[in-house]
């Protein structure tokens, strides 16, 4: 009779930092059970495995459903990494107030206009980093797998794909405690925000019009997506995931270490 055990083996996160390919490794098991209180070893053996390296994410895991997958993308939305926390400050800038203040307050449907207000900061102070889409998945590791770099090294290689330019913009909305979402469609990906934590209501934004496009322009091109999005998240269909960063969270999807 056999019984299988899931384990996520914890990783130096050290080690896992100098990590930028793919490469073999081996992973020692050991198996012990109590024997009337004395500890007998059942199974002691060393397999061969793979380590992705830090940005490589695979799109299929056995055992996970798509949805999980999609999950595992809060990952890497990083609102504590320094380069979002200079984002933000830059941001303030960009505010009626001069400042960036964090959550909702007792606001519902934004009706002070301060997460919009917020938000579009966010969008020009991005602006400020010269930013722009650029296609970039290219990964050496087996599988279906995507390498995506982290918010603070779009920042820095000032550019992104779809979904790094939308972790980045979920980063930093995390970062003054809104809540947002990644969602997921074949081929692309976009970022929406909440505006309360009552309601069902976003801004939807299109983050690779960045550096081309204002604001408003972003949020209404965002709208119509997840207009036509929507029905096909309803049915669930292979392809598409709305993956709110906050449940994530909940669940124990914790930022990646900066």
Not at 23 to 39: N, R, T
Not at 85 to 103: C, F, K, N, P, V
Not at 217 to 241: I, K, M, Q, R, S
Request: hydrophobic share 40%.
């Amino acid at each position: 009779r056999t019984l299988p055990v899931r384990q996520s083996p914890l990783v130096d996160p050290e080690a896992l930092a100098g990590v930028n390919v793919q490469k073999p490794a081996q992973v020692h098991i050991e198996v012990s059970v109590l024997d009337e209180g004395e500890e007998k070893t059942i199974l002691e053996e060393t397999g061969e495995t793979v380590i992705y390296a830090r940005r490589d994410f695979p799109l299929s895991i056995e055992g996970f459903s798509e949805a999980e997958v999609f999950d595992l993308f809060a990952a890497m939305v990083t609102p504590n990494d320094p380069a979002v926390e200079e984002l933000i400050r830059r941001a303030a800038d960009y505010t009626e107030s001069g400042q960036m203040w964090s959550g909702y307050g007792d606001h519902t449907n934004d009706d002070d206009g301060g997460v919009w207000d917020r938000l579009q900061a966010i969008w020009q102070a991005e602006n400020d980093y010269d930013l722009t889409y650029i296609s970039t998945s290219v990964s050496f590791a087996p599988g279906a797998v995507q390498r995506i770099r982290l918010p603070a090294e779009v920042l820095g290689q000032r550019s992104g794909n779809c979904i790094e330019l939308a972790m980045l913009y979920a980063a930093a909305a995390e970062a003054i405690r809104l809540e947002a979402a990644l969602i997921v469609i074949p081929g692309h990906a976009f970022v929406g925000v909440r505006t309360d934590q009552e309601n069902a209501d976003y801004y939807f934004v299109e983050t690779t019009m960045i550096g081309g496009s204002s604001f408003s322009d972003a949020v209404d091109v965002a709208g119509e997506e997840f207009d036509e999005t929507l029905p096909h998240l309803d049915a669930e269909e292979e392809g598409y995931g709305w993956v709110k960063i906050w449940d994530a969270r909940e669940s124990g999807i914790l930022p990646l270490p900066w």
